[in-house]
Each structure stands twice: as structure tokens, then as C-alpha cells.
Nanobody, 115 residues
Framework: QVQLVESGGGLVQPGGSLRLSCATSGSRISIYTMGWYRQAPAKQRELVATITSGGTTNYVDSVKGRFTISRDFAKNTVYLQMNSLNPEDTAVYYC?????????WGQGTQVTVSS
């Protein structure tokens, strides 16, 4: 079992920044890829960004150039730096771990972009 705990969400004005964190704990199993997903009201959950164990990153087009995913192996934590936020980024953001024994999700953290 792997536990994921997200933090760093909140209310921010358009154009502002937030950094989300996802701390992992639990069994010492191999985590292949970590990802951030988001789900806005009345919409399906969508992929935002992923990072592999080798450091390869991938982003949805709508966040390219604004968001950066990174991974600190020593702290077992994945980050999502979000800049130039706009109201369309408002959603619950979830962390996901793809491991040797299955996929695990965090509980989510709310991000609201509003003036």
C-alpha cells in the first residue's frame, strides 16, 4: 500500500501562483510514474502532468509553459508549481502513483482561481 497526501491548494487571484505537494508513504515498493490530475465541477478528471522515475515529464497542452512538475526522491514528494493561474484552472487536484502493485490516489486538494 502507498499513501498519498496532497497539500498546497487554496484561493488565488488570476495571474497568481501556487505550489502543490504530494507526499508519499507506506510500503517500500517501486513507484514508476507520479502524476497530477484535476477535476472541475461537472467535468471528468483530466491529466495535468506526469513525471517518470527517470525524470521524463509530460503536460496537457493547456498548462504547458505555466505548470512544472518535479520530484524529490529523498523526500518522497512530488510537486506541481503552477504559475499564471486562470479561472479555468479551478478544480480539485489529485496526485496519482503508478506502482509495481497498482495505482494509488490521494484525497485531493482544492484550487480556486478567482478575483
Amino acid at each position: 500500500q502507498v499513501q498519498l497526501v496532497e497539500s498546497g491548494g487554496g484561493l488565488v487571484q488570476p495571474g497568481g501562483s501556487l505550489r502543490l505537494s504530494c507526499a508519499t508513504s507506506g510500503s517500500r515498493i517501486s513507484i514508476y510514474t507520479m502524476g497530477w490530475y484535476r477535476q472541475a465541477p461537472a467535468k471528468q478528471r483530466e491529466l495535468v502532468a506526469t513525471i517518470t522515475s527517470g525524470g521524463t515529464t509530460n503536460y496537457v497542452d493547456s498548462v504547458k509553459g505555466r505548470f512544472t512538475i518535479s520530484r524529490d526522491f529523498a523526500k518522497n514528494t512530488v510537486y506541481l508549481q503552477m504559475n499564471s493561474l486562470n479561472p479555468e484552472d479551478t478544480a480539485v487536484y489529485y496526485c496519482k502513483a503508478i506502482t509495481a502493485t497498482g495505482n494509488y490516489w490521494g484525497q485531493g486538494t482544492q484550487v480556486t482561481v478567482s478575483s
